[in-house]
């Protein structure tokens, strides 16, 4: 017989069986992804356009982090249950998410997914304002994702929905000034 802790230790997961199910198990990732995704790429797009760099600057360096940051945010997910699930292994605590895979896997999906909103105007050929367009797309995902947490929770959508939008604006106006600021700095020093 097996003694080692692994061969001891009792699992308190429940893998879910339907949507809803599963949508409260991986709200965490869901949520954490897809804010992640909005917030970062349209950073970037905020600081590119800032920085008055042109629209193919705008896809590289947007799509470039979209997979990056995706795959890095992921990784990270898995690694960081991972080691939690470890040091309780080794507390000798019964274990609560069996598959750091899945989890990882529902981060970068969600980051992808909802980062690639902020790009789509800029794929359109001629159409105008493109960054205005991603700035309203992008807050519209953010206000979307932040009231579509509470069908799985608890709160008013209206109230999850603004807070979500709220703080994407702050970064997206932080990076839109950090982009200004650094072109209008490299111009001076020229």
Avoid: C
Wanted: glycine share 12%; proline share 4%.
């Amino acid at each position: 017989m097996d003694s080692s802790p692994r061969a001891r230790r009792e699992s308190l997961h429940v893998e879910p069986t339907d949507l809803v199910g599963a949508a409260r198990h991986y709200i965490r990732d869901l949520v954490y992804g897809a804010n992640d995704g909005v917030i970062t790429t349209f950073a970037v797009v905020a600081g590119v356009t800032g920085g008055t760099l042109d629209s193919i600057a705008v896809l590289v360096v947007g799509a470039a982090n979209l997979l990056a940051d995706g795959l890095s945010m992921g990784v990270g997910n898995y690694h960081g249950i991972r080691s939690e699930e470890r040091v309780r292994e080794a507390q000798l605590l019964p274990e609560l998410e069996a598959h750091p895979v899945k989890h990882g896997v529902a981060t970068f999906m969600a980051f992808v997914v909802a980062g690639a909103v902020p790009l789509v105007p800029f794929l359109i050929p001629g159409l105008p304002h493109r960054f205005i367009w991603s700035s309203i797309l992008s807050l519209l995902v953010l206000f979307a994702v932040g009231a579509a947490r509470v069908t799985v929770s608890t709160g008013r959508w209206w109230t999850s929905g603004l807070e979500m939008l709220s703080l994407g604006a702050i970064v997206g106006l932080v990076a839109y000034g950090a982009g200004a600021g650094v072109a209008s700095l490299v111009d001076w020093v020229r």
